[in-house]
């Protein structure tokens, strides 16, 4: 075990991405935000348009707890999962700094096994593993296994993980199923592992990939109209909730007009929504905005685009 942890240390050393700035600080807050947007999301969205702005908004916990929840979910505005940006406010509003024990972090709202042991080990360098879906690639594959259990997983990550400089071993296993094994093509003759992984001879066999049919939804849009602006509600539902929007209605009304279609990819479904316009003669909502007032609030990618329909369909005429 000590000439693998050695093997990988030396790779990180050489080719690991140090540069990440949550792999330069000790701040367990800024770590913390790092791993929840992280979830579902490329490295680089993150850095490009997300971390940055969002610390600047929000520099401390306490910040962010203090703050209105529309203010952090326009801060998030894009990149989806919204539960995570409500989870990450509810946190900062019950603690004034993160736990360092992962059976505390881990009654935090949204802080699941994962968040909760990379917060350990990269804010208060504990020596425990993690397990992102980098890591469970590499374990599969170290082990042959094909359908393994989480239970099972974290039983090899404790084994296998160097207690002695965790952080640097944990930020390893992330870089090295990233970059060397990959789901395809995987290149096993520079991994630092395949000394002592059973599955190299034919790694793509691990673990099984399962086969995920998306469904479609579809539904019909409203945009109530009175004097230039639009009716939107903020949602109250799990799905989206915070977000302002524009209702989906059973039927059509009659005085409607079509305008087009929107087709939006959700990582669990394809979302197709016919939009109607209906002009009102009183102002029978209870919220209506300009689109430069829109654009100030804390709206999903569809509702976004429903706009641009409607903008784009008003300046056809």
């Known amino acids: 075990m000590k000439n693998t942890h050695q093997n990988i240390h030396h790779w990180y050393k050489k080719h690991g991405r140090?540069?990440?700035?949550?792999?330069?600080?000790?701040?367990?807050?800024h770590i913390y935000l790092s791993e929840v947007m992280l979830q579902q999301t490329q490295v680089k969205t993150?850095?490009?348009?997300?971390?940055?702005?969002?610390?600047?908004?929000?520099?401390?916990?306490?910040d962010l707890g203090n703050a209105p929840l529309d203010d952090v979910l326009?801060?998030?505005?894009?990149?989806?999962?919204?539960?995570?940006?409500?989870?990450?406010?509810?946190?900062a509003g019950l603690v004034?700094?993160?736990?360092?024990?992962?059976?505390?972090?881990i009654t935090l709202p949204g802080i699941g096994l994962n968040t909760a042991h990379a917060v350990a080990t990269f804010a208060y360098k504990k020596p425990v593993p993690i397990m992102e879906a980098n890591v469970k690639r590499i374990l599969c594959r170290l082990e042959k296994l094909k359908t393994p259990k989480d239970k099972e997983l974290w039983e090899i990550a404790y084994k296998l993980v160097d207690k002695e400089n965790p952080f640097d071993y944990n930020q390893a296993m992330m870089d090295i199923g990233s970059?060397?094994?990959?789901?395809k093509n995987p290149h096993c003759e520079e991994c630092p592992l395949s000394d002592v992984c059973k599955g190299k001879d034919?790694?793509?066999?691990?673990?099984?990939?399962?086969?995920?049919?998306?469904?479609t939804r579809e539904q019909n849009i409203m945009i109530s109209l009175y004097n230039d602006k639009l009716s939107l509600t903020q949602r109250k539902g799990k799905f989206l909730h915070g977000l302002w929007g524009f209702p989906s209605i059973e039927v059509p009304l009659c005085a409607s007009e079509y305008i087009g279609e929107i087709t939006h990819?959700?990582?669990h479904f394809k979302s197709i929504s016919k939009v109607y316009v209906y002009d009102e003669l009183d102002c029978e909502q209870e919220h209506y905005f300009s689109t430069e007032e829109i654009r100030k609030l804390a709206i999903s990618k569809i509702d976004e685009k429903i706009v641009k329909l409607y903008l784009d369909t008003i300046q056809r005429y």
């Open 202 to 215: 034919e790694p793509t066999l691990y673990p099984i990939k399962k086969k995920r049919v998306v469904p």
């Open 74 to 91: 326009k801060m998030w505005e894009g990149l989806g999962y919204y539960n995570r940006a409500k989870n990450l406010h509810k946190t």
């Open 265 to 267: 990819i959700y990582t």
């Open 179 to 183: 970059s060397v094994c990959t789901p």
């Open 96 to 105: 004034k700094t993160l736990p360092t024990e992962i059976d505390e972090l």
């Open 18 to 29: 140090h540069d990440l700035p949550w792999r330069r600080t000790n701040d367990a807050y």
């Open 46 to 62: 993150v850095l490009e348009r997300y971390y940055f702005p969002f610390l600047k908004k929000f520099p401390t916990l306490k």
